[in-house]
């Protein structure tokens, strides 16, 4: 596609609820980036892919954060039982390659948890 | 570990004249350092990037920020301020091709124009 897309843009769920967070990269890009943006706030660090495998799962704040990337292209943020201060901006970034090159995000899933 | 502190949360300038958004790193290594730009209601955009190459950086829109090693420093600057570069700047560090490939931002300076 043109740019990095992510599905919903808007998500109002209640506490302890599940919710699945979506990001279509850029065709050909091997690396995938979740963030986690505050209000504000810098973007944090979740999550990082290359390829179908987490290379980097430092940022994810407790185990009821999870992303998968099973083809190495689509990736799905999954988080359990929600909590209200997992309210935030989703940010997802994609790049052509590892080393020194540009990551390109998308518009961001604002999650809400009520 | 790499970190970034933007000295200013909130910077106004009157239209026309220069904009200085500040910027220190910290790195274990020679990072790799970004200004990206988040427009209300948009993504976030790349400004421009340096690499060890040139210390001096051109970006978009006018910008460019120079790398000081010395001052650990990579402030971003503009000539003349347009209404349009209202926004929000995030300074980001990386240790990218070291085994560490996150991008780590700095808290962001609010950048508002004066008519």
């Known amino acids: 596609g043109a740019g990095v897309s992510q599905t919903p843009s808007n998500k109002v769920t209640e506490k302890g609820k599940y919710v699945e967070l979506r990001c279509d990269p850029i065709?050909?890009?091997?690396?995938l980036y979740w963030y986690r943006q505050s209000l504000g706030q810098g973007p944090e660090f979740l999550i990082y892919?290359?390829?179908?495998?987490?290379?980097?799962d430092s940022g994810l704040p407790n185990d009821r954060f999870f992303a998968v990337r099973p083809e190495g292209s689509v990736s799905t943020l999954k988080i359990q039982r929600t909590e209200r201060g997992d309210s935030a901006v989703y940010l997802c970034?994609?790049?052509?390659?590892?080393?020194?090159?540009?990551?390109?995000f998308g518009q961001g899933t604002r999650l809400t948890v009520v | 570990a790499q970190s970034v502190t933007q000295l200013d949360s909130h910077v106004s300038v009157s239209e026309g004249t220069p904009v200085l958004l500040r910027c220190n790193y910290s790195?274990?290594?020679?990072?790799?350092l970004f200004w990206y730009v988040q427009h209300p209601n948009k993504g976030l955009q790349l400004l421009l990037k340096?690499?060890?190459?040139?210390?001096l950086v051109k970006g978009i829109n006018g910008f460019e920020a120079e790398f000081k090693k010395s001052e650990t420093s990579f402030h971003l600057t503009k000539p003349s301020a347009h209404m349009s570069d209202a926004a929000e700047y995030f300074c980001?560090?990386?240790?990218?091709?070291?085994?560490?490939?996150?991008?780590?931002f700095g808290t962001g300076t609010r950048l508002t124009i004066i008519p």
């Open positions: 065709s050909g890009h091997t690396a």
């Open positions: 892919f290359q390829g179908t495998g987490a290379a980097d």
């Open positions: 970034a994609s790049s052509q390659r590892t080393g020194i090159t540009e990551a390109f």
């Open positions: 790195s274990s290594y020679s990072p790799s």
């Open positions: 980001v560090v990386s240790e990218l091709g070291r085994g560490n490939e996150k991008l780590t």
């Open positions: 340096y690499t060890s190459a040139a210390t």
